[in-house]
């Protein structure tokens, strides 16, 4: 049974760039949330994906922004990098709303985007 | 963003010792759910607690969700060397489609 993937492990940027992150759910989950972890603080929520749509967004600037693919894979962008932007990226999957389940998480192993 | 409180903030103890860890928030919370994380890897689910009053083991560790549904407590006992790690508490409001982390406990285990 396939976890959660995401890609790349790593990346590196200048200031003002952009950048796109990735992530595959896991086998039979239908939802995709984003959550954005500074060092050693708990990860912060960004947004959740669902059927195609964002369903809820959390505290972010509108250069934080993502997409749904049909096969429920999903995408993070970030424009205009800022060095406050380094940060590990997560990525969690989980079933839809039908299921009593749909707020337990699990989540990639992460993106470490360095930002100088 | 919002924040649970969980306690404490590290712990440094002795291999076979029990460690107890707790979170608590000024929300309710319809699920509990408990998370380790190792240095560069992404949170793993331990435990989740879904209904006030339940009690949920996974091996050595068990954790409760508060009859208030304002807090939850992780137990870990017997501790061993691979229990070190960063331990998160999250939860969620049911209405919403995030989860809000504690700050997490570090754990330290000395063998």
């Known amino acids: 049974d396939a976890g959660v993937t995401q890609s790349p492990t790593h990346l590196i940027k200048t200031r003002g760039q952009q950048v796109t992150l990735r992530c595959s759910p896991k086998s039979g989950h239908d939802t995709v949330s984003w959550y954005q972890q500074a060092l050693g603080q708990g990860p912060q929520f960004i947004f959740q994906y669902y059927e195609e749509e964002e369903r809820q967004r959390g505290n972010f600037p509108d250069r934080f922004s993502g997409h749904q693919f049909p096969n429920y894979s999903s995408e993070l962008n970030v424009n205009a990098l800022l060095l406050g932007d380094s940060a590990l990226y997560l990525c969690?999957?989980?079933?839809?709303?039908?299921?009593?389940?749909?707020?337990?998480?699990?989540f990639g192993p992460g993106t470490r985007l360095l930002v100088l | 963003g919002q924040q649970l409180n969980q306690s404490p903030q590290s712990m440094f103890i002795q291999e076979g010792e029990d460690v107890s860890m707790n979170c608590t928030s000024s929300?309710?919370?319809?699920?509990w759910l408990w998370y380790k994380q190792d240095p560069g890897e992404g949170p793993v689910l331990l435990i989740a607690l879904y209904k006030a009053g339940e009690l949920t083991s996974n091996g050595r560790l068990t954790a409760q969700f508060g009859i208030t549904r304002k807090d939850s407590f992780l137990n870990i006992s017997a501790s061993i060397p691979s229990d070190v790690g960063i331990y998160f508490c999250a939860g969620h409001g049911g209405s919403q489609g995030n989860l809000i982390f504690g700050k997490g406990t570090k754990l330290s285990v000395k063998p």
């Open positions: 929300s309710i919370f319809n699920t």
């Open positions: 969690a999957s989980s079933l839809g709303q039908t299921s009593r389940y749909q707020e337990t998480q699990y």
